[in-house]
């Protein structure tokens, strides 16, 4: 008997299998309508959810302006810092100032005792007078010398000496003034006076204690408030558009928020540019100054800055989340007539959470906000529950 023949199937045998074979593909071909179709035999509910409107909510485009801005973190700066130190040695007797306190150019902080300064003052007078006593005498004298000169009645050599000892005296006496101007301005400096105008830091020294030109760390520092400055970088990519529109009218405006940029800490102008980009951080940095009546910057301070470029004007605006992108470009979805429609656009400046609208959509068109996973072209959509509250 051959392989065949042992597995060859006799007549009725034959028929089973093959009805067999039949019936499991009409159960495979009846599955697959019933089951995976969407559109023939999938349950109603599961239909509705697939083809039915999608729930979206929408934002209207805005017609108005639109101000270009550079975001930064800035450090707030005194304009000046001075470190209050006596010029002369001795013993400071009284303080005049209290900490922390706000004083102005030229107001008494602090006295050294005034005595030996004084005295050197008193000793440079005397010196002066009894100089100039004798120089006056000189004169007289060369004025009789000159008067016996015409009358041919001495030498001529005593007379030029006389004109010598004028002169030598006269210097004697220049000199005597310097003297006392010294002793004098020597004397002005035991009164410790505030060079400029600002805040008083903590006192270093206390009255009683002994004090010296040399001493390094001062008496008390004091530090400008009014004006202030806040110093921020920019990235080097927004240089071009910063060099366009500084050399305007009207100076840039720079406004101080603070931490989470909640409030506007105080407003400001740009005054000043670095010369060379920071290679290492690939920004530039720059200065704004304050007026700062209210003392509200502080030094030291970090802030968030805001550089306010130009300010467009007549644009449409709508929120950056509504953007779509994609291999046709920057779209957006808009509700028309109940249905979704893809517009194409062309974006401009960005500011915060907005973007303008260069070209492709008008100030009052409806924008979808959420629900763009699941849109189409021409998809039909209903307000979500809750939009527009």
Known sequence: ??????????????????????????????????????????????????????????????????????????????????????????????????EGAEVEKGDLLAEIDPRPYQVALDQAQGQYQRDLAELNGAQEDLKLYRLLDEQDSIAGQQLNQQVALVNQLKGTVQTDKASVADARLQLSWTRIEAPISGRLGLRKVDAGNLVTSADTDGLVSITQMRPIAVEFTIPEGRLPELLAVRDGDQPLRVEALDRDESRVLATGVLTTLDNQIDTATGTLRLKARFDNEASVLFPNQFVNVRLRLKTLDDVVVIPSDAVQYGSQGTYVYLVQDGKATLRKITLGPVEGDRVAVEEGLEGGEQVVMEGLDRLREGREVVPAEGAGE
């Open 1 to 98: 008997m051959t392989d065949s023949s042992r597995f060859s199937l006799s007549g009725p045998a034959r028929r089973r299998w093959l009805l067999a074979v039949v019936l499991v593909l009409v159960l495979v071909a009846l599955w697959f309508l019933l089951w995976r179709s969407p559109t023939a035999s999938a349950p109603a509910g599961r239909r509705a959810a697939w083809d039915g409107p999608v729930a979206v909510s929408t934002v209207a485009a805005e017609q108005g302006q639109l101000a270009v801005q550079v975001k930064s973190i800035g450090t707030v700066l005194s304009l000046n810092t001075v470190t209050v130190r006596s010029r002369v040695d001795g013993q400071l007797t009284k303080v005049h100032f209290e």
